[in-house]
């Protein structure tokens, strides 16, 4: 399992909201194809968007620039 991964599970089993955002973001900017970094930024967004997180807009436009919504 990679340190990410770790952070992440972590992340979840704490249910830190704005360390997952910034934790898919970081996995989806380290994703290599664009499903993989497709999962991780809508993840990224959703939380953001429960949280009312001022991160949400700037995750949807880089979904939109992708083509994802």
Do not use: C, W
């Amino acid at each position: 399992m990679s340190e990410l991964q770790s952070r992440l599970l972590v992340a979840h089993e704490k249910d830190d909201r704005a360390g997952l955002i910034g934790l898919y973001t970081e996995a989806a900017d380290r994703a290599n194809d664009l499903i993989e970094r497709s999962f991780f930024l809508t993840h990224a967004f959703v939380f953001a968007l429960e949280a009312g997180d001022l991160r949400a807009p700037l995750l949807r436009e880089r979904l939109r620039e992708m083509g994802r919504i």
